[in-house]
């Protein structure tokens, strides 16, 4: 006699659901071609440095904070912590100091559509399970690759960050929940319909709301990304102890297609599966601010390099760039998604990392302040017309005697960049980052151990390298 799942996963044969459950199943490391298998490397590296050096931010430590209170076995890593914690609540410290400092990557697809921080939602995820399940390397980084497929291919179908938030009010990243939950499947070793169940249950427990754009502090903005990579976990543990749940939450009357599905995108969801990784768009950030920003701190340093004028001499800075991007960092009261301030911020320090976009003496210097209100951000009808969902913009910087301008068509580390970052660029961005807190040592190791991420037995190996606080 069949279980209840079997008979579902029968009924299911011919839909794209399944087509990604049993694509899903059948996923393994050595079928990965080698530059997929180093970009899913390059992001669990990058993501796991975020989480960590995240956890000393408001969020990152209350959240922490949380997570040792609520206590749970000690299974898996809190980034910066000195103690595990369940997987579930590690995933979501993990999740949530992960995109605190907004320094973690983020994704477009192949045909130029934002999905928002599948890195801060999939990694977390995918981590602490395997952490539980002392699965190898190779398995994490087969979970990261799946899940990016499965989340990118779901946001894709609903016609990517623009329509999502603009007509339904829904923070469409909080989606990649999906993937984290099909990444957890795997893992786990589920069948096809408990991949589907696990879905299920992680888009019930996830989906967010547009407000914490407005906030004035980074917490629920990064809960959002914890709470996914939360989700994930248990929807893939909850599936796994036979809790059941929808058939099929991508086709089924009130699911995501019947409900966000943009017309004639339906067909995403399962579209070139084994061909068209999602991993390697992979936008990786340089910056430590919203994405739309990258651009234009990349143009206003470049002029100021190039040109050297003094900053008193400015009189208006003009940003272009296309509407979406624009309405996202328009005057927030975040400053790490606020384009006037963050600008304002580059040019007085000269650069825009983790230590300049969260020190609260620059951000309130008042030159900064002053070359803030210098800045106005125009929606651009040309970017609207060739990148709707891009990251472009152009800058102009007026004096008295004439002006400078400089357009960016894609900021360093976009899928659409090139050259492609390289382990040397992450290495950068991260070593001296990283070994402030813990040292020259452990930061090679930690590095050495991502780059051969394939060779690793047991992830606790890596992950417990930056367990605990920075060394003294």
Known sequence: MLKQHEVAADTLVGSAAYALASYATATQYETLPGEVADRAKLIVFDQLACGFVGAELPAGRIIGRYVADMGGKPQSVVLGAPDRSSAPLAAL?????????????????????????????????????????????????????????????????????????????????????????????????????????????????????????????????????????????TGAVLAATGFEASDNIFEAPGGIIDTWAEQGREGQLAKDLGADYAVMGANFKFYSAGYPIHSPVEAALGLKSEHGFELDDIERITVRMPSHPASVVDNRSMPTICLQHMVAAALVAGNLGFDEAHSATLLNDPKVLHLKSLVHLIRDAEFDRVQPQGRGAEVTIEFAGGSVSRRVEHPRGHRFRTPAPTWDDLRAKWEDLLVRRVGQSRFDQFFQACASLESVDDVNEVSSLLAGGPVS
């Open 93 to 233: 410290a993990n999740g949530t100091s992960g995109h605190a400092d907004e320094f973690d990557s983020v994704h477009a697809t192949s045909d130029f559509l934002g999905t928002g921080h599948p890195a801060a939602i999939i990694v977390p995820a995918a981590a602490a399970l395997a952490e539980r399940q002392f699965c190898t390397g190779r398995d994490l980084v087969n979970a990261v690759t799946l899940g990016y497929d499965v989340g990118a291919r779901v946001i894709s179908v609903t016609g990517g960050l623009a329509p999502m938030m603009g007509n339904h009010g829904i923070d469409p990243g909080s989606l990649h929940s999906l993937g984290a939950a099909f990444a957890c499947a795997r893992l786990l070793g589920l069948d096809e319909s408990r991949h589907l169940f696990a879905a299920a249950l992680a888009v019930q427990q996830s989906v967010a709301l547009n407000a914490p754009y407005g906030e004035r502090r980074h917490m629920s903005k990064a809960f959002v990304t914890g709470q996914a990579a939360y989700a994930g976990v």
